[in-house]
């Protein structure tokens, strides 16, 4: 079975700081998909990154960074320079094969001015 | 605009009832699937389609039903709703064959069961 870890159920910065989300997965597929999801205290679910298996690159977009390593099984998400807006609930999750897509327990990450 | 639908998305009712929530999406995506959010627990995939009459369980598919009888529409049924199915549902649909895209989500129902 697969699995997804998040081991931080909840973090607090204050603006302007760098904040790194961890996620930890299990699998024994070897082509397999990432995902991370956000979560705003609106509800809504909002799609941010989507990284095969085979794709180690690591990825920026904008304040948003990714760093993917199969050697210990993370894909861990950081944010630079922190905002207030980026308050919310941060998923990852793993599709692998054809099974479930499953999603971690969430962070919440609660940014102050 | 491109969207996941759902109805209701507020529902109260009580243990027993039988009831449906509807789930429509425009984009001609193959996969939809349901999912149940708890605090502390995540989201959990309940059940998934892949295509027009082909659904699969998820992790947690007791107490739920799926019918995938067009492309757009994917309603989940529950037959006889318990207090332990209070939670907050939300439906998607997948870009790519297989659900291996992004998810979109449509706006949740949160549903209590009285």
């Known amino acids: 079975a697969q699995k997804v870890t998040q081991a931080q159920t909840e973090i607090s910065v204050v603006e302007k700081e760098d904040v790194t989300l961890d996620c930890v997965y299990e699998?024994?597929?070897?082509?397999?998909?990432l995902f991370w999801y956000k979560q705003p205290p609106s509800g809504e679910l909002v799609f941010l990154i989507r990284?095969?298996?085979?794709?180690?690159q690591n990825e920026i977009s904008g304040r948003y960074s990714w760093n993917f390593q199969k050697s210990t099984s993370s894909f861990n998400f950081t944010i630079t320079a922190s905002q207030v807006v980026d308050s919310a609930v941060y998923f990852c999750a793993l599709r692998g094969g054809y099974s479930t897509l499953t999603f971690g327990k969430g962070t919440m990450l609660l940014v102050s001015p | 605009e491109a969207q996941v639908t759902q109805n209701p998305r507020y529902l109260i009712t009580v243990t027993g009832k039988k009831l449906t929530v509807t789930c429509s999406q425009n984009?001609?995506?193959?996969?939809m699937s349901w999912y149940r959010q708890d605090p502390g627990l995540g989201l959990r995939q309940i059940y998934y389609?892949?295509?027009?009459?082909?659904?699969d369980k998820g992790d947690v598919p007791e107490g739920y039903k799926v019918s995938r009888k067009e492309k757009r529409n994917f309603p989940l049924i529950l037959e006889s709703p318990s207090p332990n199915q209070t939670s907050l549902y939300f439906c998607a649909s997948s870009d790519l064959a297989g659900g291996f895209g992004e998810q979109f989500f449509g706006p949740g129902t949160r549903l209590t069961v009285l």
């Open positions: 990284r095969n298996s085979f794709d180690e």
């Open positions: 699998t024994r597929d070897t082509t397999y998909y």
């Open positions: 389609s892949m295509n027009v009459e082909v659904t």
């Open positions: 984009m001609n995506h193959e996969y």
